[in-house]
């Protein structure tokens, strides 16, 4: 049984930091891209920052390049995100994901399973 958890958001004043933690079961997680995505309040969601197999990172989302970073730790079960310099626009369920293969895509026809969300507010 694959089970994908988010934890970590909060509210947090622009410009600070947070570091999402993705802890993943059922599987082994170094055989698969993690993915995580973000829906915005009025907005579709969309791919943030994927992370293959090989510890390739891919970015869907231009403006957060430079600003959030995908790691994993295998002994741990768990995929990261660190998100630095956070924007109000950054506001958003953040969704962690299981694509089906090794390599990223950013689409959500390539996710086979979904954690639950956690919710990250940039305001002053």
């Known amino acids: 049984q694959v089970h994908l958890v988010e934890s970590g958001g909060g509210l947090v004043q622009p410009g600070e930091s947070l570091r999402l933690s993705c802890v993943a079961s059922?599987?082994?997680?170094?055989?698969?891209?993690i993915i995580w995505f973000r829906q915005a309040p009025g907005s579709e969601r969309e791919g943030v920052l994927c992370?293959?197999?090989?510890?390739?990172?891919?970015y869907y989302s231009d403006s957060v390049v430079g600003r959030f970073t995908i790691s994993r730790d295998n002994a741990k079960n768990t995929v990261y995100l660190q998100m630095n310099s956070l924007k109000p626009e950054d506001t958003a369920v953040y969704y962690c994901?299981?694509?089906?293969?090794?390599?990223?895509?950013?689409?959500?026809?390539?996710?086979?399973?979904w954690g639950q969300g956690t919710q990250v507010t940039v305001s002053s």
């Open positions: 994901a299981r694509e089906k293969y090794y390599y990223c895509s950013g689409y959500e026809s390539s996710v086979d399973s």
């Open positions: 992370l293959s197999s090989n510890d390739v990172g891919t």
């Open positions: 059922g599987f082994t997680l170094d055989d698969y891209a």
